[in-house]
């Protein structure tokens, strides 16, 4: 048996989508998986033991020039294998999603209704469709789908999300805590001053270690920025790391406070303490899944204090 997963980004989705794969897995251990990502994502992609080819599509290029975009769409067309699926599933449910599992590859295409796909058009693409209850987060809903196509019973609660990681070498006697800082949208990050002050009472209040890390300049500026105002050696800003050593670093943390970016979410999957911060989007529809080592806080256009932070590491880390 051979399935293709449609799942051209971002980062936590990716990560969301990763838990289907061992649901997939108890269908015929030895199927083989393949994956369309868009090729910014193909070392997220690259991080799941379970998929056996990423086919990375270089989507955001060719938005450059959106003219020529149908020519390079069916040149990239040319360079596929022939290989027949037995299953294609588009787990994102947009037209665009849509469209490139039914275009390029051949085989049945498996996808959310009208009712439950982002884009309902998407629908019209699909040779079978599901519907899933959309009043869930984003990995019921996702396992729902594989669930209801392999006709699986299973209990949807347990998470098993496997990853490959490599030791990042770094290390604290009294352990760390991370914080995840950056995000793509300036409405989602939590200000300097707030970091800055959960930073002085995590200095104050616990014998641990603050670590942060960057991804961009504008990341390693704000980084600097907190470190200066803090100007104590209990905060270590990490140089770039690689996905499987950023794997490594996140689940050695005592907790990961994180902002809505994707490894949050990966700091939630791998059961990893972690608090989300949310302020431009709805946690009850994008959030991490809540346990008693996992909380959401805020919502969209709500405030975070950072009192309500030091009240979940209190509750989750230093009880």
């Known amino acids: 048996m051979r399935i293709l997963i449609i799942r051209l980004s971002s980062i936590g989705d990716i990560f969301h989508t990763f838990t289907v794969l061992p649901d997939i897995k108890k269908t015929n251990p030895n199927v083989t998986i393949d994956w369309l990502v868009d090729e910014n994502f193909t070392g997220v992609a690259n991080l799941s033991p379970l998929i056996d080819n990423v086919i990375p599509i270089p989507l955001r290029k060719w938005k450059k020039n959106k003219f020529t975009w149908f020519n390079k769409l069916a040149n ?131 014998n641990k270690q603050i670590v942060i890390t ?9 980084a600097i920025s907190l470190i200066s105002n803090l100007n104590s050696e209990r905060i270590t800003l990490i140089e770039k790391l690689s996905f499987t050593k950023l794997a490594d670093l996140i689940v050695k943390s005592d907790v990961v406070i994180g902002v809505d970016t994707g490894f949050t979410h990966f700091a939630n999957l791998t059961h990893t303490p972690t608090i989300a911060i949310y302020l431009a989007s709805d946690p009850g529809y994008v959030g991490i899944l809540e346990s008693d080592i996992a909380k959401n806080l805020g919502g969209k256009g709500m405030e975070v204090l950072v009192s309500d932070v030091i009240n979940t590491i209190k509750s989750i880390v230093l009880n």
Not at 92 to 117: C, P
Not at 179 to 188: A, I, Q
């Open 76 to 206: 990239f067309k040319k360079t596929l294998s022939n290989t027949k699926y037995d299953y294609i599933i588009d787990t994102q449910g947009l037209i665009k999603s849509a469209m490139l599992s039914k275009y390029l590859f051949d085989g049945y295409v498996f996808g959310l209704d009208r009712k439950s796909a982002r884009e309902p058009i998407a629908s019209l693409f699909y040779d079978f469709t599901y519907n899933v209850n959309q009043n869930n987060i984003a990995v019921p809903r996702l396992r729902g789908l594989i669930a209801k196509i392999f006709n699986l019973k299973h209990d949807l609660r347990k998470i098993d999300f496997q990853y490959k990681s490599e030791d990042c070498g770094i290390n604290f006697v009294n352990g760390y805590i991370l914080f995840l800082h950056g995000t793509s949208k300036e409405n989602k990050k939590w200000s300097l001053e707030n970091w800055t002050e959960l930073s002085n009472w995590v200095i104050n209040n616990s």
């Open 214 to 222: 960057y991804s961009n300049q504008a990341e390693y500026e704000f």
